[in-house]
């Protein structure tokens, strides 16, 4: 296991400026999920790391040891892609233990590594088989026991599930946590989806347009954003953004109706961007008015598209409601799951 060090990392490919001096370290153990939307940079910097790009700034360390010359080969990690990259002509263990045939492991050794990792990952049973025997989830677990096998400092996932269908990627989440668990080994993982985030991380790097936004753990993120972007991007459904007017504590819609009074916690007066979670909207007598645009019936939870003060808003609630396209419903919120952004820098402002 090790640390990993990024210190003013830069990537440019030519003029293009892609990755812009980030600055992250990555604790013994810890594991570290780099999110955000196509094309922010996340699996670039991942495969700076790797060493399968060519750092134009800053430093990599891996252990305490800077690797930005070194050679992948020589950096002690093991990376797991979204496209599983099996050879066809060998079986599962050949698979997985090619790596330490590759590197004159002996076959004693070689078969006792493969084993341990089949046992952890569940395949015990499949060593025999070839890849187009297997299920896309049992493909994935080989490519991870590829890795594990090697018993790296550092594991490196590269959107591994994107490759999966829903049901399956929930399941490979939770081994993948699972394995983590039990190896204690640290892993940096990239992922578009923010769900993969919250669920796996330790803490979270939300990256945009090749800076970092914020840095935290899944919750830090959740309750408290650093600005509009980490806002809207981490919480499903997203939140919900309206303008508004603080005015002596009290947060006013564009009709002048009370969403929020928040008293002495309330920023500077003036015109802000409100930030609520669909799920912090509650509906209450006391509540501003919202007429029904969508009721969307969901099992355990239902969907609520409202019109509020001329804005589009989404409700998330635990119980049925037996309301229609257009009626009226009055809904309120907490003061404490206000979140106030500046309009000109997106940063939060309470």
Request: with cysteine; hydrophobic share 45%.
């Amino acid at each position: 296991m090790a640390e990993v060090g990024l210190h003013s990392v830069k990537k440019s490919f030519g003029k293009v400026d892609v990755i812009h001096g980030v600055d992250v370290d990555v604790a013994d153990g810890e594991f570290l999920v780099l999110v955000g939307p196509s094309g922010c940079g996340k699996s670039t910097l991942l495969r700076m790391i790797a060493g399968l790009e060519t750092v134009s700034g800053g430093e990599v360390s891996i252990g305490g040891r800077v690797v930005n010359e070194l050679e992948p080969k020589d950096r002690d990690i093991a990376m797991v892609f979204q496209n599983y990259a099996l050879y066809p002509h060998m079986n599962v263990a050949k698979n997985m233990g090619f790596s330490l045939e590759h590197r004159g492991g002996s076959k004693s050794e070689i078969a006792e590594r493969v084993a341990w990792a089949a046992d952890i990952l569940g395949l015990s049973h499949l060593l025999e088989r070839f890849p187009k025997q297997l299920s896309g989830g049992q493909r994935q677990r080989v490519a991870m026991g590829r890795a594990i096998v090697r018993n790296p400092q550092v594991f490196l996932f590269d959107e591994p599930l994107s490759n999966l269908d829903a049901k399956l990627r929930v399941v490979m989440r939770s081994e993948i946590k699972a394995l983590h668990q039990k190896l204690k080994t640290t892993m940096i993982y990239v992922t578009h989806d923010q769900i993969e985030a919250m669920t796996l991380a330790d803490r979270i790097v939300v990256m945009h347009a090749g800076k970092v936004e914020q840095i935290g753990s899944p919750l830090e993120l959740y309750d408290r954003p650093a600005n509009r972007f980490v806002a809207g991007f981490i919480g499903s459904p997203a939140m919900n953004f309206l303008p508004v007017n603080v005015r002596g504590g009290r947060v006013l819609l564009a009709d002048g109706s009370e969403l929020a009074d928040l008293g002495a916690a309330a920023p500077p007066d003036g015109d802000y961007v409100c930030g609520i979670r669909p799920e912090h909207l509650d509906i209450g007598a006391n509540g501003a008015a919202a007429r029904v645009e969508m009721v969307e019936p969901m099992g355990a939870d239902t969907q609520v598209t409202v019109s509020l003060a001329g804005q589009k808003a989404h409700l998330l609630l635990r119980d049925r409601i037996t309301s229609n396209q257009g009626d009226t419903l009055f809904v309120a919120v907490r003061p404490a799951r206000v979140h106030l952004f500046d309009i000109r820098s997106g940063k939060r402002g309470n």
